[in-house]
């Protein structure tokens, strides 16, 4: 009988040894699923990061073509406005007055 309590005694403390190495494995799972989780999101921010600094300067790009066009366009209209000769424009501020005198 105390043959079968030793082994009984020895198989518990075999089935302990067991559950410690599977909770320090686990441990170690767990970690290093945390590490590669991590490593994961630090890559998505990167990846954000370079599109989101592509994205702006394309978005710079357009607004200083923009910006460029609409100054020609008021370069060219204020050139047009000058071309006006003064006489022309007294003949119309004569109209105006006329049309308002008529009312």
């Known amino acids: 009988m105390a043959s ?3 082994n009984v005694l020895m198989l518990e403390g075999q089935a302990d040894e067991v559950v410690l190495h599977a909770r320090a494995e686990a441990e ?5 699923a945390r590490e590669e989780a991590a490593a994961g999101r630090q890559q998505v921010q990167t990846e954000l990061e370079a ?10 790009l357009r607004h ?3 910006l460029a066009s609409a ?3 008021l370069k060219q209209a204020l050139q ?10 007294d003949a119309q501020i004569g109209r105006i007055v006329a049309r308002f005198r008529e009312c």
């Open 4 to 6: 079968l309590i030793e």
């Open 28 to 32: 170690r799972v767990m970690q290093q």
């Open 51 to 60: 599109r989101m600094g592509v994205f702006e300067q394309q978005a710079q």
């Open 64 to 66: 200083e073509a923009e």
């Open 71 to 73: 100054q020609q366009e």
């Open 80 to 89: 047009r406005t000058d071309e006006i000769q003064p006489a022309v424009i």
